[in-house]
């Protein structure tokens, strides 16, 4: 939409007459002055492709003769002309629809380093949260907001960018400094309000989030409600942004600063921070005014609504708030260092039940399986084919799970752009309620979906069935993925490397478990009331070859949801395949008996250790 500073455009109908020598002086010394500037100013508004530097070029209007300021006047009319055909096709957005915000911020992560590399191989990474570009056309709903020319302009590394669904003066992006961030996915969780970024920092999994709250309390919970799944991570958070509330007494002053300090919005924010244990890089306010991030130009209202929050695995080595010229909110800036000490495993992994319910997924497997039955015979052993089968069983399942996560990604994309479309035909006055209440439910039930999958990947027992992701079900979780980074050995001796503390662990266990000396005259005196006979029945009964029905029964006996072994195959996958894999697992139990060998994942197991919350965390007895 043209500024109020900018020349009148012409009625799309008008014609052009000659301008007389008269009217040619009068436009010449009125404003207002069009130089080549100006014109290409607004070409590089409207023109992706455009080169900045290109308009740094000026020619003032004193040097140029008549002829050449009349053909600029007559392109730049030319050009505005059909500029203003295109927005008369859509009437304006109804004020009362625009948002009132208030301005973002930006703000830089920090320059990290690493173990064991000297300062000047360390990287840096910005995470900038900015509004969103607002050109001079609206776009149509079919085409997608791009922002080709902004990532153009940041030629230092990587660029995400999120424009809003409602408004245009909402938007996130994450810029990255340097070419050792590797990607490996992008998730707009709200267009313009929540981008999160998962990567690999020179090797490190970590997790950038970028965060522009509303201002309303409700939208705002919403917001926070949708983020808190993301805090449940083996990586490492850096989680930014504009959160629009205050998270301590002192974190406002002026008009109102003591009334409801901290609104439900607030609440939920803390208590999500204190879930998955981050930490403020800037820490408390106290009594220093220099820590509120934004304020009114005349100083009557302060407060600090922005904030960077990192896992306690980053450790801060300075930070500092920048004031800047183009927002009324001051920069985050710090530098913390990625220690890379306690990097988490890829854990076991276990087969989600739900994919057994689908019946392409069971045809499949049943037409694979039977493939893998024919090659038996190129194997020494039953055994050993059944550990090779077990191996494509897990290739399978993986492969199912990518695909459907690939389909719900896209799903979740199209919803968002859905999401857009409405909201922009909204914007033109269009009547679409109905439809855009319609994908706000659907996108409800996806983030619904996702909580639920969450539940199963965290593996906490008594939340798999049935359990909403509120406060309890994340501390639950928090509390079982919480790292351990120090431990005491034998010798009492405090461990905080991971080669001392799997040794540590190593040790207790090997003691724990190893074999014990006893007393045989007391076994003996123990023993001697015992008959040690087995009677002819009994012994018919336990002599008797293993049975299918048998084995079926042991199989039903097992509890739902469990993994009898580190294969990561639950007792559904039996249960439901049983006409299929039943069989082999008898022949399997046969061949253990007479050769008196077990397969190796047969006689492995995983020890998982779990705080009990009393005496030190540090203590193995604990």
Request: with cysteine; hydrophobic share 30%.
């Amino acid at each position: 939409m043209p500024t109020d500073n900018a020349p009148q455009l012409a009625s799309e109908n008008q014609e052009e007459e000659p301008w007389t020598k008269q009217e040619r002086r009068k436009r010449r010394h009125s404003p207002p002055q069009v130089t080549k500037k100006t014109r290409k100013k607004h070409l590089s508004n409207h023109n992706p492709n455009s080169d900045p530097e290109e308009s740094e070029e000026e020619e003032q209007p004193g040097n140029e003769g008549p002829d050449d300021q009349l053909e600029q006047v007559t392109r730049v009319l030319q050009e505005m002309r059909a500029l203003a055909s295109v927005m008369e096709a859509s009437p304006p957005p109804s004020p009362a629809i625009a948002e009132k915000e208030e301005a973002s911020m930006e703000e830089e992560e920090p320059e990290t380093s690493h173990v064991g590399k000297p300062a000047s191989e360390k990287h840096q990474a910005t995470v900038a949260k900015t509004t969103a570009p607002a050109p001079e056309t609206r776009q149509e709903p079919d085409q997608p907001s791009s922002y080709t020319h902004l990532e153009q302009q940041w030629a230092f590394g990587p660029s995400f960018w999120s424009g809003g669904n409602s408004s245009r003066s909402v938007g996130v992006a994450t810029l990255v400094r340097g070419r050792c961030f590797t990607v490996d996915s992008v998730t707009e969780l709200e267009g313009g309000r929540a981008l999160v970024v998962d990567g690999s920092w020179a090797g490190e999994p970590v997790r950038l989030i970028n965060v522009y709250a509303p201002s309303d309390v409700g939208e705002r919970r919403e917001l926070f409600q949708r983020l808190r799944p993301q805090l449940v991570t083996s990586r490492t958070i850096m989680m930014g942004g504009d959160f629009n509330c205050i998270l301590e007494s002192g974190g406002r002053c002026g008009t109102r600063a003591k009334e409801g300090w901290m609104d439900d919005g607030a609440k939920l924010l803390a208590e999500m921070v204190g879930e998955a244990s981050l930490t403020d890089v800037i820490g408390s306010m106290g009594a220093d005014a220099r820590n509120f991030t934004w304020g009114r130009p005349d100083g009557s209202v302060r407060s600090r609504i922005d904030f960077v929050f990192t896992s306690r695995s980053v450790r801060i080595r300075q930070h500092s708030m920048v004031t800047v010229h183009f927002s009324d909110h001051r920069a985050i800036r710090f530098q913390g260092e990625l220690t890379g000490k306690f990097l988490t495993g890829p854990g076991t992994w276990k087969l989600n039940s739900s994919l057994l319910g689908r019946e392409d997924v069971q045809e499949e497997l049943r037409r694979t399986y039977s493939e893998w039955q024919d090659m038996k015979d190129t194997f020494q052993s039953i055994g050993e084919w059944w550990e090779w089968v077990k191996g494509r069983i897990q290739d399978f399942f993986k492969n199912v799970g990518r695909k459907a996560a690939r389909g719900r990604k896209r799903e979740f994309s199209r919803l968002q752009q859905q999401l857009q479309e409405l909201h922009d035909l909204q914007l033109r006055g269009w009547d679409v309620m109905n439809p855009l209440e319609a994908v706000k439910k659907e996108l409800s039930e996806h983030f619904h979906e996702e909580s639920r999958r969450i539940i199963f990947r965290s593996k906490v027992e008594n939340l798999e069935k049935g359990e909403k992701c509120n406060s309890f079900f994340f501390k639950k979780v928090h509390s079982a993925h919480t790292p351990l980074v120090q431990l005491r050995n034998r010798e009492g001796i405090l461990c905080d490397t991971k080669e001392d503390i799997r040794k540590a662990v190593t040790d207790f266990y090997g003691d724990l478990y190893s074999e014990k000396r006893s007393d045989g005259d007391q076994a003996e005196r123990f023993l001697a009331g015992i008959p040690r006979k087995v009677s002819t029945p009994a012994r018919e009964v336990l002599n008797a070859p293993l049975t299918l029905e048998e084995l079926h029964i042991a199989v039903k006996s097992f509890k739902s949801g469990k993994t009898p072994g580190s294969d990561g195959l639950p007792i559904e996958f039996y249960t439901s395949l049983w006409d299929l894999v039943g069989p082999d697992l008898l022949e399997l139990y046969e061949e253990m008996e007479q050769e008196g060998v077990m397969p190796h994942t047969l006689r492995e197991g995983t020890i998982a250790l779990l705080y009990k919350h009393k005496g030190e965390r540090c203590d193995l007895k604990n």
